[in-house]
């Protein structure tokens, strides 16, 4: 047990940090009252519920490493008096760029537990994004490995570090090599005396991390988590998930993405006294491997991820009968993927919709087959508010699609130091603008039709590239599919569609052509051209990168009119 403010404290007024938009306060007293937001903060509750458990069983399993629950909390309580030690003070800002791993746990639990705010970077990043995340968060140290999937990410982060005039602590994790002044082995941290009866620095209030906004067509955004409002967010997920002790949850999609975190992920079945396994990468063969070894019960995936899994699965590579659970999400898992999926995998198919800025809606466990197929589920919290707007910010009528507003106990009121962006993404009363059309299905949940800037506008004619995707992942030819807008000197935009094909089933745009119009869809919604590639370029979560794809189709129209 440890001396975390009990659960039934009011938690204090949020201490100032400059950038951060905290709720405002009538709204924050309501989910205090309403017990939403409690007395604990993040370390807190977790090494609490980790000592309460079986100490011999395991906590976090890595490739090649195991972190019993009675040892996670004198590991966490020894690195964090080795932050203290290297001069970090509660309040400042330590980027987070491990794989998945326990390490990654351990350093998290411990920066919470010396009152320090975790910076959240995924291993894909390099310079660019980099760059951007230590300028904007004034980061006081960087963890990172040394070398990872054959990136330097020393070497990098070396280069970066010499361009900035403050000076930035640099942790490497499983260093091998000779260190420069400012830089210290994660090890070396992780051996100072453990300080279990020093006072914790940090109230409920208090910015606990900052997440990375996911978007594809910009540098990422801060995203503000308390440890009010975050760990709010596992108890409800894990509690609609259904997570428990015997839960085995692996973490396939980088533990830095919200998904894998704490939705209810790694956190989430922490919390709950579960067993959380790490796998660096997704690779198809590793996860059902991991699956089988470990009889793992739950896991998260992005579409193109499970799909993967699935046509392996198809193989019989691995006995997967352990597999309880699988969420997907990240980006809208389409009608007819839903169906590859229920067909080739065991247990039972959820869809999460979600955001790292805070609203989450999931199927539940004992929806009804066409709910868990055909949408994206419903909010986790009663106190979640919705609006579905149209352009000029009216609610609109029935099923229509319009864009998402949405505030509530776990949902930002601001991006840090982003004034200029808050003020496009947020209303005068607190609703976060989602950017994502949606529109209610006749059971009350959710349907994501796509992005605001996921339409193509051919000619006049709205088209969503989700509508157009769907019908295509029905061709027996086609694996996966994307759509996207390219430029045409008549229409404006025309109509692009890249698909990675079935060996030997590749099929041609008149081919295509044919058969969306056999199923129905308008002429105008019909594809202008067809690109078949190996594979659909992914972001560093593992979303279809549609900027890519776009820049990569108006690149061709622009060489075939010089040609």
Request: hydrophobic share 45%.
């Amino acid at each position: 047990m440890h001396d975390d403010p009990p659960t039934n404290r009011v938690p204090s007024a949020t201490r100032p940090l400059a950038g951060f938009v905290p709720v405002p306060e009538p709204r924050a007293a309501a989910y205090r009252r309403a017990g939403y937001w409690t007395g604990a903060t993040l370390a807190g509750a977790l090494l609490e519920r980790a000592g309460a458990h079986d100490p011999g069983r395991p906590a976090l399993i890595g490739e090649g490493e195991t972190v019993a629950f009675g040892q996670l909390s004198g590991r966490v309580e020894r690195l964090a008096a080795g932050l203290r030690g290297a001069g970090l003070r509660p309040g400042d800002r330590v980027v987070v760029q491990l794989p998945n791993s326990p390490d990654f746990v351990v350093l998290l639990l411990a920066l919470w537990r010396a009152g320090l705010i975790a910076v959240m970077a995924l291993p894909a990043y390099r310079e660019h994004e980099l760059r951007r995340v230590l300028d904007l968060s004034e980061a006081a140290a960087i963890a990172v490995p040394e070398r990872l999937h054959r990136a330097d990410h020393l070497a990098t982060v070396r280069g970066l570090l010499r361009e900035r005039a403050r000076a930035t602590t640099l942790v490497v994790a499983g260093a091998t090599g000779p260190l420069e002044p400012g830089e210290v082995a994660l090890s070396a941290l992780a051996g100072a005396p453990a300080e279990p009866d020093r006072p914790w620095p940090a109230e409920p209030g208090d910015v606990a991390a900052l997440l990375l906004s996911g978007g594809t067509t910009a540098l990422p955004k801060l995203i503000p988590r308390t440890h009010a409002d975050y760990l709010y967010n596992l108890r409800i997920s894990a509690d609609i998930c259904r997570v428990g002790e015997r839960t085995v949850y692996l973490a396939a999609l980088p533990v830095a993405h919200n998904f894998a975190l704490g939705c209810p992920g790694v956190l989430g079945t922490l919390l709950s006294g579960g067993t959380a396994v790490f796998l660096t990468a997704p690779h198809a063969t590793a996860v059902l491997r991991a699956i089988e070894r470990h009889r793992v019960t739950m896991t998260a995936a992005v579409p193109p991820l499970a799909l993967q899994w699935a046509d392996a699965a198809g193989r019989g590579e691995a006995d997967l009968g352990s597999l309880e659970l699988l969420q997907v999400g990240g980006a809208r898992l389409l009608p007819e993927a839903a169906r590859r999926l229920r067909a080739a995998l065991p247990g039972r198919l959820q869809q999460v919709y979600g955001m790292a800025e805070g609203l989450l809606n999931f199927t539940r466990l004992d929806d009804p087959e066409p709910v868990v197929l055909e949408t994206q589920g419903r909010p986790a919290s009663p106190a979640d508010e919705l609006r579905i707007v149209d352009e000029t910010g009216r609610d609109v009528a029935g099923g229509a699609v319009g864009e998402l507003w949405t505030r509530g106990p776990y949902t930002i009121a601001g991006y840090f130091r982003a004034e200029a962006d808050n003020a496009v993404a947020f209303t005068s009363d607190g609703f976060f603008r989602t950017g994502d059309l949606v529109r209610r299905h006749r059971s009350g949940a959710l349907v994501v039709e796509g992005r605001l800037k996921d339409v193509i506008n051919r000619g006049g004619e709205k088209v969503a590239a989700a509508e157009l995707e769907n019908v295509l992942l029905a061709h027996p030819g086609v694996l996966q599919a994307a759509a996207v807008a390219m430029p045409d000197s008549a229409m404006d935009e025309a109509i692009c569609v890249y698909v990675v094909a079935r060996p030997g089933r590749a099929p041609t745009l008149m081919e295509v052509r044919t058969f969306l119009a056999d199923r129905g869809l308008a002429r105008y919604k019909l594809p202008d051209r067809l690109e078949t590639i190996d594979e659909l370029p992914v972001t560093a979560v593992g979303k279809v990168d549609k900027g890519r794809l776009r820049t990569a189709a108006a690149a061709a129209v622009a060489g075939e009119v010089r040609g």
